[in-house]
């Protein structure tokens, strides 16, 4: 009876193993799946940043955009890519405020920043809570919102999330991408980059920028961004841009124009310079350079 015993508990013990073992087996098989489907797009949809800009605050001409939005919050959200418009509802939005209610925006809308190529910021406008009481603490994608990037698969944000940038903190840059001259040469751009321009930088900030006095940025302020280039001998030098373009559209992005072919891969900007509608100084910010486009010369 005991050897009986002994051999059943043997026997369990090699059944655990073996369950054990097909567990492993079978996360490491949904691993590989996993990375094999990413690896196939090469592209991970995330929020990259949300941030309060306004709070109660939108000014009258929002209504223009969205009707009842004057008095209201603003929040731009940056996504990793840009979108189908088609797919972007309010009702995708989900803000969360830090008391735990959540709530959909009013309306949402890619207004300003919809030139080619820009349609990744998101202005939510609602109301997501006030600053000192309740402020919003999350926004959640909880509908198929869908990146008008052409890939096997879609790519969808539902399920997404990025914590909120509170109100009192400075606008930051949150995305820098090399642009084909398909999109820098339109002339439709408000301010565009001149003939002996070599390759153009998008830089994207987390919202709306403008000078501390309320105008616009303009060519003036080119000398505060700095852009680490390197050269095919893997030497670094930091240069200035020859001049911005996309300027007075109000919107949350620049256009670096650079007369270097040598291969742009950060870009800097020091603090105490821009302000964002809250008033809110930048603090010294930099992000690196992603290359969407092979530059070919
Ligand atoms: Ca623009
Ligand atoms: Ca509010
Ligand atoms: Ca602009």
Known sequence: MKDIILSWNNFMRNNNLLLILTVIFLFNYADKAE???ISRN???PSLL?????????????????????????????????????E???????????????????????????????ENRTVLLIGDFGDADEDPPFKVKIVGDLISDILTDKPLNF???????????????????EIISPDIWL????????????????????????RLPTGEE????????????????NGLFDVVTPESIADLNDGDNNHYLCLDTDMKAINISFPAGYLVDPN????????????NTYTYRP
């Open 87 to 117: 797919t972007l509802q309010k009702e995708d939005f989900k803000v969360i405020r830090e008391s735990g209610v959540s709530t959909y925006p009013n309306c949402v809308t890619l207004r300003p920043a919809q030139d080619d190529g």
């Open 217 to 232: 940025v303009s060519d003036n302020e080119r000398g505060l961004y700095s852009v680490t280039v390197v050269s095919a």
């Open 35 to 37: 990375t094999k489907e």
């Open 186 to 209: 339109q002339p439709q751009l408000k301010s565009t980059c001149p003939n002996d321009t070599k390759q153009v930088v998008r830089v994207t900030w987390t919202g709306g920028i």
């Open 158 to 176: 539902r399920g997404t999330e990025i914590k909120v940038i509170s109100l009192h903190a400075g606008p930051t840059l949150i995305f820098a």
């Open 49 to 85: 940043s949300a941030f309060f800009g306004l709070d109660n605050a939108l000014p009258f001409r929002a209504n223009r955009v969205c009707l009842g939005a004057w008095g209201k919050d603003g929040m731009p959200v940056i996504m990793s890519h840009t979108l189908n418009v």
């Open 279 to 290: 008033q809110d100084l930048n603090p010294a910010t930099q992000i690196d350079i992603i």
């Open 42 to 44: 090469s592209q991970i």
